[in-house]
């Protein structure tokens, strides 16, 4: 089999241009509203996926190396995304250099970053602790607990301000993350989260900025002893009392948790941009709510539509893997140490293989999905899977679910039928009445 060529220069600069800066100036690790804005007005996402489009249909099916320096290919077939997921971590290991340089920043220890062996040991301490493979967390009472408490918050404020935005959303989201996370008494610890936040957002810029070390030690301190703390019901109690190979930092996958309940929120408020153009929807969302065990919520439904927010607008857009061997495809071989990108929102929003590719369509999730059918993976899949989407989609649809039982909300309008390509969340705005 021959050496996978490059592709034509010109194409290579736009497929960087159109699919890969566009991803970067948003923000990978920690968003940049003003960017996400622009991306939107722009119809940047439209223009990524018609490339990819374009690519396929003149390449064909293989991946198409766009850097003949270090070797960085785009994924064009559901059967190569298939087999790359499913053969993490080798020989497609996750801890490719680029998420290595980010994820650094603020968890070195951090499963996502690690070795394959490492990996061994950290990954099921994740999946001990956020109960991979159960839809109910055993802690969902206590979980439950917060987000009763804290959407009736919330809605209070809705009621006083006539409608809703991002801002007292994410403030609400976020006293709810920390209490499910660390433990009730880290509700109003903003410290600990802003902290965080600062770090990411040097780690959109991976190796080009240095490691705010002190800033760095400080958070995972802090999040030490919410873990030692380990206070009942909490995430933290999860990972400080599951069972775990000797040398595993125990705190130190936590960060990454928290940092990803901000794509939930994201996911959550698009949810509701969905639903608000689709009464039926809501309706439905009500009578699984009502009828729900409410110590256990079980939301099936309402997980079906935060999946489909996350179907139509991906909140990890790029899945990255780097070879360990040298490996061939259909467009020829690639040397070991080669980067492969899986973009997620071409698979998602694909018309020649997805009737309902541009269309609001919670029901494609109402049934158990194989490596037969067309890749949906907002949350990856194979061995590297998010090992917390059992804990995300349960929060967000419990979230989803009480927002709209009681009040009606209404915002951007659209046509379930042509879902707009990006939808900003820090942009929305619901004006919202309570239900007689
Ligand atoms: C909407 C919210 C979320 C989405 C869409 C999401 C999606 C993903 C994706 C795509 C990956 C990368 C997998 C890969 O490289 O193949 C990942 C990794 C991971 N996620 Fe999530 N995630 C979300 C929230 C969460 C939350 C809230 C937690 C924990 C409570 C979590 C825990 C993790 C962990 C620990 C990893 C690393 C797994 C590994 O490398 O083995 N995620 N997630």
């Known amino acids: 089999m021959t050496d996978m060529p490059a592709i034509a220069a010109t194409d290579a600069t736009r497929a960087i241009a159109k699919i890969l800066l566009p991803m970067a100036a948003g923000g990978a690790i920690a968003r940049r509203p003003t960017m996400m804005r622009m991306v939107d007005r722009l119809n940047l996402d439209a223009g990524a996926i018609d490339e990819m489009r374009r690519l396929r249909s003149k390449y064909g099916p293989g991946p198409v190396q766009i850097t003949p320096g270090r070797r960085l290919a785009l994924v064009l077939d559901p059967d190569d995304v298939h087999h790359i997921l499913n053969n993490t971590p080798e020989p497609f290991r996750p801890d490719t250099k680029e998420k290595r340089g980010a994820l650094e920043h603020f968890q070195p220890e951090g499963v996502l970053i690690s070795t394959p062996e490492e990996r061994l040991k950290r990954r099921p301490l994740n999946e001990a602790a956020l109960q991979t493979r159960q839809p109910v967390h055993d802690h969902a009472a206590t979980m439950s607990a917060a987000i009763e ?94 069972p775990a190979e000797p040398g595993v930092e125990r705190h130190q996958q936590v960060p990454q948790w928290l940092f990803a309940f901000d794509a939930a929120a994201w996911a959550t408020m698009r949810a509701l941009a969905l639903v608000s153009n689709s009464p039926e929807v809501v309706t439905q969302l ?130 379930a039928q042509r879902i707009p390509p990006s939808l900003d969340p820090f942009s929305l705005r619901f004006r919202a009445t309570r239900r007689a």
């Not at 009621?159 to 007292?168: E, H, I, K, Q, T």
């Not at 439904?301 to 790029?318: G, H, K």
């Not at 040397?335 to 990108?341: E, G, T």
Request: aromatic share 8%; proline share 7%.
């Open 149 to 242: 408490a804290e959407t009736e918050a919330l809605l209070g404020h809705v009621d006083f301000a006539g409608g809703l935005s991002w801002r007292p959303f994410a403030i609400a989201w976020w006293r709810m993350v920390r209490q499910i996370t660390l433990g009730a008494s880290a509700r109003d610890d903003t410290a600990t989260t802003d902290g965080l936040l600062r770090l990411r957002q040097d780690a959109n810029t991976s190796y080009l900025k240095p490691t705010r070390k002190k800033l760095r030690a400080r958070v995972l301190a802090s999040i030490q002893d919410y873990v030692e703390r380990a206070e009942p019901g909490s995430l933290a109690q999860m990972v400080a009392t599951v």
């Open 286 to 415: 009500r009578e699984e709510l009502a009828g729900a065990d409410q110590g256990r919520p079980d939301l099936p439904y309402s997980r079906a539509v935060i999946l489909e927010s996350l179907r139509l607008f991906s909140t990890t857009p790029l899945v990255l893997r780097e070879t360990t061997t040298e490996t061939e495809w259909a467009s020829g071989t690639l040397p070991p140490q080669s980067s492969l990108v899986i973009f997620a929102p071409f698979f998602h929003r694909d018309p020649d293989h997805l009737a309902e590719a541009d269309s609001f369509a919670p029901e494609l999730w109402m049934r158990e999905r194989t490596d037969a059918d067309w890749p949906l993976v907002p949350f990856s899949g194979g061995p590297g899977m998010c090992p917390g989407r059992n804990v995300v989609l349960m929060v967000s649809s419990l979230v989803l679910s009480r927002l709209v039982s009681g009040h009606d909300f209404s915002g951007r309008e659209f046509p």
